[in-house]
């Protein structure tokens, strides 16, 4: 079974600017959480979905959004870009909803704001 | 997360001693995730712990849930440099995950 993947990898951006980070989840898995990591911070929740609805959400500016769609891929978007933004952002698929889940983390999509 | 502590931040260890990890919560814990991750990558899940006094075990790791405590250790016997990473635990909350700062650890060989 193939892992989640993230595309793209690695993207350089403006402060400013907009970003959309993809997200496909393991075959079957519902359930796509999305996280920021930064060295300061580490590991911040951003927002679950299931089922293409927000399940859950994290303490993040508006600025930060996302979607799922039908077939459990899922993007965020980042609107207005700020130094700030600069980090590892990763994707965690699961079966299903809930803190009880395992999740299957991508290899994550590295951003960086100039 | 200050609601998660994780003890120590980093350590050095030589190739071959062991080792043990702390994962403190100042709220209940209803679960304990510990996952590994190498630098700039994702997170590889190690084991989840449930109950209190659970103990799981994968090749030379060692995972345990003290609920009294609320804290969770992870221990590794007999390093090897495959062990060499960040380890992050996440707690099981109502109705969400948090996470611990990390612990990096590295092996001398």
């Known amino acids: 079974k193939a892992g989640v993947t993230q595309t793209p990898r690695y993207l350089i951006k403006t402060r400013g600017q907009q970003v959309t980070l993809s997200c496909s989840p393991i075959s079957g898995h519902r359930s796509v959480s999305w996280y920021q990591q930064t060295p300061g911070q580490g590991l911040q929740f951003l927002f679950e979905?299931?089922?293409?609805?927000?399940?859950n959400k994290g303490n993040f500016p508006g600025r930060f959004s996302g979607r799922q769609f039908s077939n459990s891929r899922s993007e965020m978007n980042v609107s207005t870009l700020e130094l700030g933004d600069s980090a590892l952002y990763l994707c965690?698929?699961?079966?299903?909803?809930?803190?009880?889940?395992?999740?299957?983390f991508g290899p994550g999509t590295r951003l960086t704001v100039l | 997360s200050q609601e998660l502590e994780q003890s120590p931040q980093s350590l050095i260890v030589q190739e071959g001693k062991n080792l043990t990890i702390n994962c403190t919560s100042s709220k209940t814990l209803y679960g304990l995730y510990w996952y590994k991750q190498k630098y700039g990558e994702g997170l590889i899940f190690l084991m989840m712990l449930q109950k209190g006094g659970e103990e799981k075990s994968h090749e030379k790791i060692t995972a345990k849930l003290d609920e009294k405590k609320q804290q969770s250790s992870l221990h590794i016997t007999a390093s090897q440099p495959s062990h060499a990473g960040i380890y992050l635990c996440g707690a099981v909350l109502p109705y969400q995950l948090i996470w611990g700062a990390g612990t990096k650890l590295i092996i001398k060989p």
């Open positions: 979905y299931f089922s293409e609805t927000q399940r």
């Open positions: 965690a698929s699961s079966l299903s909803a809930g803190e009880y889940n395992e999740q299957f």
